[in-house]
């Protein structure tokens, strides 16, 4: 059974660093990734109006962990159709915040910090 620890009065799931790739991530809720590498860390597919908040702890590595929408379908990130979202490599945590527009797509409702900056998550194809 997963523990689960309280940010801001929300359940968050802790998602460690395996080696590997962590699949089966809930679609809703908080989760927190707290690798430090370019690991890859799977969701379960959208759900549309369903929401989804990402936290990455700090990585000074030179690319963050890596989400994928799903391995079973084509899960998208916005209408560009990205297909990942890889954090940045910075010592600020990183929150992403998604929300389901259908089975097949995310949108993609906030990023911080901007990717823009160099330091934060940007999403893209793989």
Known sequence: MA????????????IGTTGGAVTGIPNHGVSTVTATSNELYVLEPPEAGVRKTLVFTSSTSAAGPTIMGSTGVTVTFNKVGATQIVGGATTDDQIIELLGASTTRWYIASMFPVASSGAGPNAGTT
Do not use: D, E, R, T
Not at 3 to 14: A, E
């Open 3 to 14: 523990k689960f620890v309280k940010i801001g009065g929300l359940q968050s799931q802790p």
